[in-house]
Protein backbone atom coordinates (compact mmCIF):
# COMPACT_ATOMS: atom_id res chain seq x y z
CA UNK A 1 0.00 0.00 0.00
CA UNK A 2 1.19 3.53 -0.79
CA UNK A 3 1.80 5.91 1.94
CA UNK A 4 1.31 9.49 0.52
CA UNK A 5 3.80 12.03 1.57
CA UNK A 6 2.88 15.34 3.81
CA UNK A 7 1.98 18.43 2.43
CA UNK A 8 4.33 21.44 2.93
CA UNK A 9 1.61 23.29 4.94
CA UNK A 10 1.23 19.88 7.32
CA UNK A 11 5.11 20.00 7.67
CA UNK A 12 5.03 23.67 8.43
CA UNK A 13 2.49 23.06 10.91
CA UNK A 14 4.80 20.98 13.08
CA UNK A 15 7.49 24.42 14.00
CA UNK A 16 4.30 25.72 15.57
CA UNK A 17 3.20 22.91 17.43
CA UNK A 18 3.52 22.56 20.79
CA UNK A 19 3.43 19.52 23.25
CA UNK A 20 1.51 20.45 26.57
CA UNK A 21 1.09 17.40 29.58
CA UNK A 22 -0.66 18.19 32.60
CA UNK A 23 0.76 15.35 35.48
CA UNK A 24 -0.56 15.55 38.60
CA UNK A 25 0.79 12.16 39.93
CA UNK A 26 2.36 12.39 43.66
CA UNK A 27 4.87 9.81 42.90
CA UNK A 28 6.11 11.42 39.47
CA UNK A 29 6.12 15.29 41.44
CA UNK A 30 7.55 14.52 44.70
CA UNK A 31 10.20 11.28 43.82
CA UNK A 32 10.43 10.40 40.35
CA UNK A 33 10.77 14.14 38.67
CA UNK A 34 13.09 15.52 41.38
CA UNK A 35 15.65 12.68 40.97
CA UNK A 36 15.28 12.07 37.29
CA UNK A 37 16.54 15.48 37.12
CA UNK A 38 19.69 14.84 38.98
CA UNK A 39 20.25 11.42 37.02
CA UNK A 40 19.81 13.34 33.95
CA UNK A 41 22.92 15.75 34.90
CA UNK A 42 25.24 12.58 34.87
CA UNK A 43 24.43 11.73 31.45
CA UNK A 44 26.67 12.30 28.87
CA UNK A 45 25.50 15.50 27.25
CA UNK A 46 25.98 14.07 23.45
CA UNK A 47 23.74 11.28 24.54
CA UNK A 48 20.74 11.35 22.47
CA UNK A 49 17.28 11.60 23.75
CA UNK A 50 15.96 9.54 21.03
CA UNK A 51 18.66 6.62 21.83
CA UNK A 52 17.21 6.61 25.36
CA UNK A 53 13.99 6.40 23.90
CA UNK A 54 15.36 3.40 21.74
CA UNK A 55 16.75 1.46 24.53
CA UNK A 56 13.44 2.56 26.95
CA UNK A 57 11.77 0.07 23.86
CA UNK A 58 14.55 -2.59 24.24
CA UNK A 59 13.98 -3.03 27.32
CA UNK A 60 9.99 -4.68 27.03
CA UNK A 61 11.40 -6.43 24.20
CA UNK A 62 13.82 -8.31 26.04
CA UNK A 63 11.18 -9.25 28.57
CA UNK A 64 8.41 -10.27 26.21
CA UNK A 65 11.15 -12.88 24.19
CA UNK A 66 12.05 -14.00 27.71
CA UNK A 67 8.25 -14.58 28.50
CA UNK A 68 7.72 -16.07 24.89
CA UNK A 69 11.11 -18.31 25.39
CA UNK A 70 9.49 -19.60 28.78
CA UNK A 71 5.65 -20.46 27.42
CA UNK A 72 5.23 -19.15 23.88
CA UNK A 73 1.11 -17.86 23.80
CA UNK A 74 -0.34 -20.07 26.38
CA UNK A 75 -1.54 -18.01 29.17
CA UNK A 76 -1.67 -21.09 31.29
CA UNK A 77 1.96 -21.82 32.56
CA UNK A 78 3.54 -20.40 34.77
CA UNK A 79 6.95 -18.15 34.13
CA UNK A 80 10.67 -19.45 36.12
CA UNK A 81 10.88 -16.94 38.75
CA UNK A 82 13.82 -15.62 37.03
CA UNK A 83 11.50 -14.53 34.25
CA UNK A 84 8.81 -12.51 36.49
CA UNK A 85 11.37 -10.93 38.00
CA UNK A 86 13.30 -9.60 34.40
CA UNK A 87 9.62 -8.67 33.36
CA UNK A 88 9.67 -6.47 36.28
CA UNK A 89 13.12 -4.60 36.07
CA UNK A 90 12.52 -4.23 32.66
CA UNK A 91 9.09 -2.39 33.06
CA UNK A 92 10.57 -0.18 35.88
CA UNK A 93 13.79 0.24 33.76
CA UNK A 94 11.31 1.23 30.63
CA UNK A 95 9.69 3.85 32.89
CA UNK A 96 13.03 5.52 34.00
CA UNK A 97 13.87 5.93 30.60
CA UNK A 98 11.03 6.89 29.40
CA UNK A 99 10.80 10.11 31.67
CA UNK A 100 14.65 10.37 31.23
CA UNK A 101 14.36 11.43 27.26
CA UNK A 102 11.90 14.09 27.72
CA UNK A 103 14.37 15.70 30.64
CA UNK A 104 17.74 15.07 28.08
CA UNK A 105 16.39 16.34 25.34
CA UNK A 106 15.25 20.03 27.11
CA UNK A 107 19.15 19.99 28.56
CA UNK A 108 20.47 19.33 25.09
CA UNK A 109 17.76 22.05 23.79
CA UNK A 110 17.03 18.91 20.86
CA UNK A 111 13.11 18.92 21.58
CA UNK A 112 11.44 18.68 18.71
CA UNK A 113 8.10 17.23 16.97
CA UNK A 114 9.99 13.92 15.45
CA UNK A 115 11.01 13.09 19.16
CA UNK A 116 7.48 13.77 20.85
CA UNK A 117 6.62 10.90 17.52
CA UNK A 118 9.41 8.65 18.39
CA UNK A 119 8.34 9.07 22.35
CA UNK A 120 5.31 7.85 21.69
CA UNK A 121 5.44 5.56 18.95
CA UNK A 122 7.84 3.51 21.09
CA UNK A 123 4.77 3.49 23.76
CA UNK A 124 2.61 1.83 21.58
CA UNK A 125 4.51 -1.26 21.44
CA UNK A 126 5.28 -0.83 24.59
CA UNK A 127 1.78 -1.35 25.66
CA UNK A 128 1.58 -4.39 23.36
CA UNK A 129 4.20 -5.88 25.27
CA UNK A 130 3.07 -5.15 27.97
CA UNK A 131 -0.09 -6.54 27.52
CA UNK A 132 1.85 -10.01 26.25
CA UNK A 133 4.17 -9.92 29.65
CA UNK A 134 0.76 -8.94 31.56
CA UNK A 135 -1.67 -11.41 30.69
CA UNK A 136 1.55 -14.41 31.23
CA UNK A 137 2.45 -12.92 34.54
CA UNK A 138 -1.07 -12.73 35.64
CA UNK A 139 -1.92 -16.39 34.41
CA UNK A 140 -5.49 -15.09 32.86
CA UNK A 141 -5.70 -18.62 30.78
CA UNK A 142 -6.68 -19.50 26.70
CA UNK A 143 -10.06 -19.47 26.52
CA UNK A 144 -12.12 -17.12 27.78
CA UNK A 145 -12.29 -13.04 27.79
CA UNK A 146 -9.70 -12.42 30.66
CA UNK A 147 -6.92 -13.83 28.12
CA UNK A 148 -7.77 -10.49 26.05
CA UNK A 149 -8.53 -8.05 29.05
CA UNK A 150 -5.35 -6.98 29.46
CA UNK A 151 -4.79 -6.07 25.45
CA UNK A 152 -8.04 -4.47 26.04
CA UNK A 153 -7.31 -1.98 28.98
CA UNK A 154 -3.94 -1.19 27.95
CA UNK A 155 -5.09 -0.19 24.23
CA UNK A 156 -8.09 1.15 24.94
CA UNK A 157 -6.43 3.53 27.79
CA UNK A 158 -3.39 4.44 24.95
CA UNK A 159 -5.75 5.14 22.47
CA UNK A 160 -7.98 7.22 24.42
CA UNK A 161 -5.03 9.40 26.21
CA UNK A 162 -3.81 10.14 22.05
CA UNK A 163 -7.12 11.07 21.11
CA UNK A 164 -7.68 13.54 24.00
CA UNK A 165 -4.26 15.17 22.89
CA UNK A 166 -5.90 14.95 19.57
CA UNK A 167 -9.34 16.56 20.81
CA UNK A 168 -8.22 19.16 23.60
CA UNK A 169 -4.47 19.79 22.88
CA UNK A 170 -2.69 18.36 26.08
CA UNK A 171 -2.60 14.91 28.19
CA UNK A 172 -3.69 15.03 31.64
CA UNK A 173 -2.77 12.67 33.77
CA UNK A 174 -4.26 12.46 37.12
CA UNK A 175 -3.49 12.24 40.98
CA UNK A 176 -3.04 8.36 40.49
CA UNK A 177 -2.48 7.20 36.79
CA UNK A 178 -1.34 4.06 34.66
CA UNK A 179 1.49 5.39 33.60
CA UNK A 180 3.04 6.64 36.61
CA UNK A 181 1.78 4.59 40.32
CA UNK A 182 0.59 1.80 37.63
CA UNK A 183 4.11 0.87 36.16
CA UNK A 184 5.28 1.15 39.96
CA UNK A 185 3.12 -1.64 40.63
CA UNK A 186 3.44 -3.70 38.39
CA UNK A 187 6.92 -3.67 38.47
CA UNK A 188 6.94 -4.21 42.16
CA UNK A 189 3.96 -7.30 41.22
CA UNK A 190 6.54 -9.02 39.12
CA UNK A 191 9.30 -9.13 41.22
CA UNK A 192 7.07 -10.19 44.35
CA UNK A 193 5.70 -12.55 42.02
CA UNK A 194 9.39 -13.49 41.24
CA UNK A 195 10.52 -14.09 44.47
CA UNK A 196 7.28 -16.05 46.04
CA UNK A 197 5.79 -18.06 43.34
CA UNK A 198 2.47 -17.35 41.22
CA UNK A 199 0.39 -20.12 42.91
CA UNK A 200 -1.53 -17.14 44.81
CA UNK A 201 -2.84 -15.75 41.36
CA UNK A 202 -5.26 -18.96 40.79
CA UNK A 203 -6.72 -18.48 44.49
CA UNK A 204 -10.31 -17.43 44.26
CA UNK A 205 -11.09 -14.83 46.16
CA UNK A 206 -14.87 -15.57 45.86
CA UNK A 207 -16.10 -19.28 45.63
CA UNK A 208 -15.32 -20.55 42.21
CA UNK A 209 -15.73 -17.11 40.51
CA UNK A 210 -12.59 -14.38 40.70
CA UNK A 211 -8.84 -15.46 40.71
CA UNK A 212 -6.71 -13.05 42.14
CA UNK A 213 -5.23 -13.01 38.31
CA UNK A 214 -8.65 -12.28 37.23
CA UNK A 215 -8.70 -9.32 39.16
CA UNK A 216 -6.16 -8.03 38.66
CA UNK A 217 -7.16 -8.61 34.56
CA UNK A 218 -10.33 -6.74 35.99
CA UNK A 219 -8.77 -3.47 37.25
CA UNK A 220 -6.65 -3.29 33.73
CA UNK A 221 -9.84 -3.38 31.69
CA UNK A 222 -11.43 -1.13 34.27
CA UNK A 223 -8.27 1.05 34.17
CA UNK A 224 -9.09 1.40 30.69
CA UNK A 225 -12.41 2.48 30.57
CA UNK A 226 -11.90 5.23 32.88
CA UNK A 227 -9.40 6.86 30.71
CA UNK A 228 -12.62 6.85 27.81
CA UNK A 229 -14.51 8.47 30.78
CA UNK A 230 -11.97 11.04 31.65
CA UNK A 231 -11.77 11.67 27.96
CA UNK A 232 -15.18 12.90 28.09
CA UNK A 233 -15.23 14.33 31.33
CA UNK A 234 -12.41 16.39 30.04
CA UNK A 235 -13.73 17.17 26.89
CA UNK A 236 -17.32 18.12 28.58
CA UNK A 237 -15.52 20.48 31.23
CA UNK A 238 -13.54 22.40 28.01
CA UNK A 239 -15.74 22.24 24.80
CA UNK A 240 -19.58 20.90 25.95
CA UNK A 241 -21.43 18.07 25.44
CA UNK A 242 -21.94 18.67 21.83
CA UNK A 243 -18.39 17.46 20.82
CA UNK A 244 -19.90 13.59 22.22
CA UNK A 245 -20.88 12.57 18.61
CA UNK A 246 -18.08 13.63 17.04
CA UNK A 247 -15.62 11.63 19.67
CA UNK A 248 -17.99 8.52 18.82
CA UNK A 249 -17.65 8.77 14.81
CA UNK A 250 -13.83 10.01 15.27
CA UNK A 251 -13.40 6.11 16.72
CA UNK A 252 -15.46 4.00 14.66
CA UNK A 253 -12.21 2.44 12.94
CA UNK A 254 -10.66 1.84 16.29
CA UNK A 255 -13.87 -0.21 17.30
CA UNK A 256 -12.97 -3.45 15.37
CA UNK A 257 -9.33 -3.45 17.13
CA UNK A 258 -11.63 -4.04 20.24
CA UNK A 259 -14.02 -6.32 18.75
CA UNK A 260 -11.94 -8.66 16.62
CA UNK A 261 -10.64 -10.80 19.55
CA UNK A 262 -13.98 -10.65 21.53
CA UNK A 263 -15.92 -12.12 18.40
CA UNK A 264 -13.11 -15.21 18.34
CA UNK A 265 -13.38 -15.83 21.90
CA UNK A 266 -17.38 -15.60 22.38
CA UNK A 267 -17.93 -17.32 18.34
CA UNK A 268 -15.30 -19.77 17.76
CA UNK A 269 -13.01 -20.46 20.98
CA UNK A 270 -11.58 -23.62 19.75
CA UNK A 271 -10.37 -21.05 16.91
CA UNK A 272 -9.29 -18.60 18.83
CA UNK A 273 -7.63 -21.18 21.56
CA UNK A 274 -5.25 -22.33 18.83
CA UNK A 275 -4.85 -19.25 17.23
CA UNK A 276 -4.92 -16.17 19.08
CA UNK A 277 -1.51 -15.22 18.45
CA UNK A 278 -2.29 -14.45 14.98
CA UNK A 279 -5.43 -12.78 16.38
CA UNK A 280 -3.92 -10.53 18.99
CA UNK A 281 -0.77 -9.99 16.06
CA UNK A 282 -3.53 -8.58 14.16
CA UNK A 283 -5.13 -6.58 16.62
CA UNK A 284 -2.22 -5.50 17.78
CA UNK A 285 -0.47 -3.86 14.48
CA UNK A 286 -3.95 -2.19 13.53
CA UNK A 287 -3.93 -0.26 17.03
CA UNK A 288 -0.32 0.82 16.18
CA UNK A 289 -1.41 1.77 12.53
CA UNK A 290 -4.09 3.81 13.93
CA UNK A 291 -2.81 5.21 17.20
CA UNK A 292 0.61 6.17 15.14
CA UNK A 293 -1.63 8.23 12.26
CA UNK A 294 -3.54 9.94 14.74
CA UNK A 295 0.07 11.12 16.21
CA UNK A 296 0.97 12.66 12.99
CA UNK A 297 -2.33 14.42 12.77
CA UNK A 298 -1.71 16.27 16.02
CA UNK A 299 2.05 17.32 15.29
CA UNK A 300 1.02 18.35 12.01
CA UNK A 301 -2.43 20.06 13.39
CA UNK A 302 -4.53 18.33 10.61
CA UNK A 303 -8.23 17.15 11.04
CA UNK A 304 -8.45 12.77 11.76
CA UNK A 305 -9.86 11.81 8.25
CA UNK A 306 -10.74 8.49 6.77
CA UNK A 307 -7.46 6.56 6.08
CA UNK A 308 -7.79 4.25 3.22
CA UNK A 309 -5.21 1.79 4.40
CA UNK A 310 -6.97 1.32 7.97
CA UNK A 311 -10.46 0.98 5.90
CA UNK A 312 -9.72 -1.91 3.84
CA UNK A 313 -8.32 -3.51 7.36
CA UNK A 314 -11.31 -3.15 8.90
CA UNK A 315 -13.14 -4.25 5.82
CA UNK A 316 -10.96 -7.10 5.63
CA UNK A 317 -11.28 -8.00 9.40
CA UNK A 318 -15.19 -8.27 9.05
CA UNK A 319 -14.76 -10.39 6.32
CA UNK A 320 -12.74 -13.28 8.12
CA UNK A 321 -15.56 -13.67 10.42
CA UNK A 322 -17.55 -15.35 7.62
CA UNK A 323 -15.05 -17.95 6.65
CA UNK A 324 -15.94 -21.01 7.98
CA UNK A 325 -13.27 -23.43 7.03
CA UNK A 326 -10.17 -22.76 9.45
CA UNK A 327 -7.62 -23.28 7.35
CA UNK A 328 -8.51 -20.70 4.41
CA UNK A 329 -9.42 -18.75 7.72
CA UNK A 330 -5.74 -18.81 9.37
CA UNK A 331 -4.47 -17.95 5.81
CA UNK A 332 -6.43 -14.92 5.82
CA UNK A 333 -5.71 -13.54 8.44
CA UNK A 334 -1.31 -14.42 7.72
CA UNK A 335 -2.71 -12.12 4.62
CA UNK A 336 -3.78 -9.34 6.61
CA UNK A 337 -1.16 -9.48 9.31
CA UNK A 338 1.53 -8.89 6.58
CA UNK A 339 -0.36 -6.37 5.03
CA UNK A 340 -0.12 -4.56 8.19
CA UNK A 341 3.68 -5.24 9.18
CA UNK A 342 4.20 -4.41 5.00
CA UNK A 343 2.28 -1.19 5.60
CA UNK A 344 3.69 0.05 8.94
CA UNK A 345 7.47 -0.22 8.24
CA UNK A 346 6.92 2.09 5.20
CA UNK A 347 4.56 4.54 6.90
CA UNK A 348 7.44 4.67 9.82
CA UNK A 349 10.21 5.08 7.60
CA UNK A 350 8.50 7.38 5.14
CA UNK A 351 7.08 9.83 7.69
CA UNK A 352 10.68 9.49 9.63
CA UNK A 353 12.59 10.63 6.90
CA UNK A 354 10.42 13.48 5.88
CA UNK A 355 9.94 15.12 9.26
CA UNK A 356 13.66 14.89 9.59
CA UNK A 357 14.92 16.33 6.57
CA UNK A 358 12.30 19.05 6.82
CA UNK A 359 13.34 20.15 10.46
CA UNK A 360 17.15 19.29 9.72
CA UNK A 361 17.29 17.19 12.66
CA UNK A 362 19.41 14.07 12.86
CA UNK A 363 18.01 11.28 15.09
CA UNK A 364 20.73 9.76 16.84
CA UNK A 365 22.79 12.62 17.09
CA UNK A 366 22.94 15.75 19.26
CA UNK A 367 21.37 18.86 17.08
CA UNK A 368 20.27 21.37 18.75
CA UNK A 369 18.21 23.34 15.46
CA UNK A 370 15.23 22.68 16.55
CA UNK A 371 13.15 23.20 19.75
CA UNK A 372 9.62 23.31 20.31
CA UNK A 373 7.78 24.34 23.88
CA UNK A 374 6.85 22.10 26.24
CA UNK A 375 4.28 23.04 28.61
Not at 31 to 55: D, G
Not at 188 to 204: E, K, M, R, T
Request: aromatic share 16%.
Amino acid sequence: MCVSPLSLEKLENMKKFQYKTTDESLLYNKCMSPCLNKVVNILPYKLAPNLITLFSLCCNIIAALYTYNDVGFDFEKKLKHKTCIIIGLTQFLYQILDNLDGKQARRTGTSSPFGMLLDHGCDIFTNLLSAFNMTHILLLGNKNYWSFSCFFGLTLGFYSMTYEEYKLGEMFFPIINATDEGNVMFSSACVLLGIFGQNILNHYLFKNYLTVGQAGGLFVTFGGILCVYNLFLHTYKKLGIRHFPKIIFDWIYFYIVLIFPIFYIYKDNLFYIHNKWIIILVSGFLFARQTMDLQIKIVTMDKLKVNFFVFLMNILIIFSFFIERDKYKLFFLYVICTMEISELIMFIILRAREITNFLGIKIFTINPRMEINVI
